[in-house]
Every structure is written in structure tokens, then in C-alpha cells.
């Protein structure tokens, strides 16, 4: 009779730990959606913006008739252009940080020498000083050199700001890896380099798209030195945006439209961070366990990127 009891109630407490368990996903499912509506709202604001008329950018109204003018004149005052510029340097300075500072970083992290500190030290140290101590003898290398208001001048100077975090980052990534796979790697024949490239390399995907991620946004952010080192030819999508803000008015629709259009490859960048099988380890969630959390990790790392 006891063990017959027993098995009776075996079902019931299941079914009321799993109510349980149903409405602690439930509240944590509400709690995730309403911390997204709160850190979304700025960005819906600004995309509401870019459709609302000229003369009622900044009605509270909700319900209004909506046009696209603002995005016509955007795309028709060659906006594109700079669009374009800020992705292609973007692009170039994280693929050039990539293959210079991958290989550094495991050099530094594999080789044992009696300055590596020193020389760890000092590339961050060249990421500590500010932006602006650079500016005159940037400016003056590049005039000699013919580089200014060039895409490729501008992908060189957030090369040199980019290949240090690349190094530091990757440094984490490489010592991780226990060095005995690589001296397997080696018994079985395969050279230094082969090592490097065929072990050590697949196993820090997840660093490598957290890295080159940071890189592009880095540089796709950047305002300061693409204000001073270019012009009209390499002039990218942030200095485009200043544009708007002219003398007899500020075009307050065109400037969200611009922003909203800007925002895109940080958002697509922190999805792809968070959502990609490959870059999972970033976000330290499983998918499966906790889909809210990971939708809000998405938008964290949007805004804190975006606003960097």
C-alpha cells in the first residue's frame, strides 16, 4: 500500500514542479521583454523619426501618416557614398588586424623571451594614449605621403589602434589551449606554422569573430580621425551625419534616417556575435536554455557598442 501511494504521488510532484518551473520562464520571459522594449525604445524613437514629416519630427502623437521623404533625400544627396566608405575602411582595418595581430598574439603567447612583458606592455600602451596626441604627426605622414582623404589611409590609422586590442585579446584565447595539442601536432609531423594554423587556429573561432567584431565596430564608429584626415573622397558615414546640422537648421528626420541606416552593421555585428554557433561561447548562455536572455544580450551589446 506505501510503495503503491508513493508512485501515485510521483506524477503530481512532477506536474507542480513543472508549473513551477513554467512560471519561472514565464516571469523571466516578461522581465527580458520588457527590459528589451526599455533599451529598444531610443532606437524605435529614431526609426519612428526618419518617417514622420520634417515639421513633425518631434510630435508625441503615435498614430501618423507615414512618408519616406526623408529617405529619399538621403539616398538622393549621395549619402551611399560615405555609407560605403565607413564600410569598406571598417572592413579593410579589421582584416588587416586580423593577420598581423593573430599571429602576434600566439607568437607572444607561445615564445618564451625574456622581453615579452616589455613588448606585451608596450602595444597597450599604445591604445592607452589619446586619439588626439596622434593627430599632427598622422596628419603630416600623410600629407607627405599622399594618403589623405584616402580609404586605405584611414583603414592604416585604425590599423594601429586596432592591432592592439587584437593582440590582447587573442593573447587570452591562444594560452587557453593546452600547448600539448600542438606538440602532438608536432610528433605527427606537422610543421611550427602548420600547427598554428591547422590546431591552435580552429580552436579560437570564438575569439577570432569577438575580435574582429570589436574591430569593425571600433572602427566603424570612429569620428575624430575621419573628420580630420579626410575631405570629400573618404569622408565616411558619422562625418556625413555632422553634415545635416547646418546654419539655418538641423535636418532632424534626415539625421535619424542616417542613424537609423548606421545602426544596421552594429546590430547585424552583435547578432551575428550572439546567434552564430561559432561566436555562442560570447554570450556564455546556451540557446536553447534561455532564448529571452540571448535576444537581450543582442541588444546589449548594440548599445553598447552603438554608443561607444
Request: glycine fraction near 4%; charged fraction near 15%; hydrophobic fraction near 60%.
Amino acid at each position: 500500500m506505501t510503495v503503491q501511494h508513493t508512485d501515485e504521488r510521483r506524477p503530481l510532484a512532477f506536474i507542480v514542479t513543472r508549473r513551477r518551473k513554467w512560471r519561472f520562464k514565464g516571469k523571466r520571459t516578461l522581465a527580458a521583454l520588457l527590459l528589451l522594449v526599455l533599451f529598444l525604445a531610443p532606437f524605435l524613437w529614431m526609426v519612428i523619426m526618419s518617417l514622420r514629416p520634417s515639421m513633425d519630427a518631434f510630435e508625441l502623437t503615435l498614430f501618423f501618416t507615414p512618408t519616406l521623404e526623408a529617405w529619399r533625400q538621403l539616398i538622393a544627396g549621395n549619402f551611399l557614398q560615405p555609407f560605403g566608405n565607413s564600410l569598406m575602411v571598417s572592413v579593410l582595418s579589421t582584416v588587416f588586424s586580423l593577420l598581423l595581430g593573430v599571429p602576434a598574439a600566439w607568437v607572444l603567447t607561445r615564445w618564451r623571451f625574456r622581453a615579452r612583458r616589455y613588448v606585451a606592455l608596450w602595444i597597450l600602451v599604445t591604445r592607452m594614449a589619446p586619439p588626439i596626441a596622434f593627430t599632427i604627426p598622422f596628419f603630416l605622414a600623410f600629407r607627405w605621403l599622399g594618403l589623405q582623404d584616402t580609404v586605405i589611409g584611414l583603414a592604416i590609422i585604425y590599423l594601429t589602434f586596432n592591432l592592439a586590442i587584437v593582440i590582447w585579446l587573442m593573447q587570452t584565447f591562444f594560452a587557453a589551449i593546452p600547448v600539448t595539442l600542438e606538440e602532438a601536432a608536432w610528433m605527427d609531423g606537422c610543421s611550427l606554422w602548420g600547427s598554428f594554423w591547422r590546431v591552435s587556429l580552429p580552436l579560437v573561432k570564438p575569439g577570432l569573430a569577438a575580435t574582429a567584431i570589436l574591430c569593425f565596430i571600433f572602427s566603424w564608429n570612429d569620428f575624430f580621425y575621419a573628420l580630420i584626415l579626410t575631405r570629400t573622397n573618404a569622408i565616411t558615414a558619422p562625418v556625413a551625419i555632422v553634415n545635416f546640422l547646418q546654419y539655418e537648421g538641423w535636418e532632424w528626420s534626415k539625421i535619424a534616417a542616417s542613424g537609423t541606416l548606421v545602426m544596421l552593421p552594429v546590430v547585424g555585428s552583435a547578432a551575428y556575435a550572439v546567434e552564430t554557433p561559432m561566436a555562442r561561447p560570447l554570450t556564455a548562455m546556451p540557446r536553447a536554455a534561455a532564448p529571452e536572455i540571448t535576444l537581450l544580450n543582442m541588444v546589449f551589446i548594440s548599445l553598447f557598442l552603438s554608443l561607444k
